[in-house]
T-cell receptor, first 114, second 115 residues
């Protein structure tokens, strides 16, 4: 069955420190992979996506993610976290024909301390 | 690009009542999706439209749930005989094109609370 696992329910980092959010997926075919961010009471905003090609993808707000097929992982990174990055982050995989059905992980809440 | 619009933002109703939510996608987006999100969880896929055709429905979408997208524009999600377990955030998203190379744009959701 298709699934997405985000092992960390919440993470706290200091402002200016680096960040890595982990994501593992389970899907038999070539995955479409996404990272979304959600602020409280709002919808989701796409940070970046991977469909094919270069396994290191750049996104908005200085985020990047690396696809590792051998590890079934798609970890999100940012070299220097800002207080405004505090939010919930969701990893997702697109499945089905054309990847139209998106399966989300349970999310990782990021706290940023001054 | 005015974004995906969902109404109402909040809905409080008594158990057993019917509720209807509306989603206005970004114009010219031919794909529309409904998701349900409960506290502490990621969104769960409910259903998906390509233009006016409903192409996929999740097992989560019981007989009490019905979604429509007349004329391939806005969509409505109706829940009949609401239950406590229906309390959640209902998210709508839309995308352009016929493959997932186009990202889904999400609305801010409708939060449903069942008393």
């Amino acid at each position: 069955a298709q699934s997405v696992t985000q092992p960390d329910i919440h993470i706290t980092v200091s402002e200016g420190a680096s960040l890595e959010l982990r994501c593992n997926y389970s899907y038999g075919a070539t995955p479409y992979l996404f990272w979304y961010v959600q602020s409280p009471g709002q919808g989701l905003q796409l940070l970046l996506k991977y469909f094919s090609g270069d396994t290191l993808v750049q996104g908005i707000k200085g985020f990047e993610a690396e696809f590792k097929r051998s590890q079934s992982s798609f970890n999100l990174r940012k070299p220097s976290v800002h207080w405004s990055d505090a939010a919930e982050y969701f990893c997702a995989v697109g499945v089905g024909t054309g990847g139209f059905k998106t399966i989300f992980g349970a999310g990782t809440r990021l706290f940023v301390k001054a | 690009d005015t974004g995906v619009s969902q109404n109402p933002r909040h809905k409080i109703t008594k158990r057993g009542q019917n509720v209807t939510f509306r989603c206005d996608p970004i114009s010219e987006h031919n794909r529309l999706y409904w998701y349900r999100q409960t506290l502490g969880q990621g969104p769960e896929f409910l259903t998906y439209f390509q233009n006016e055709a409903q192409l996929e429905k999740s097992r989560l979408l019981s007989d009490r749930f019905s979604a429509e997208r007349p004329k391939g524009s806005f969509s409505t999600l109706e829940i009949q005989r609401t239950e406590q377990g229906d309390s959640a955030m209902y998210l709508c998203a839309s995308s352009r094109g016929f493959d997932s190379n186009q990202p889904q744009h999400f609305g801010d959701g409708t939060r449903l609370s069942i008393l």
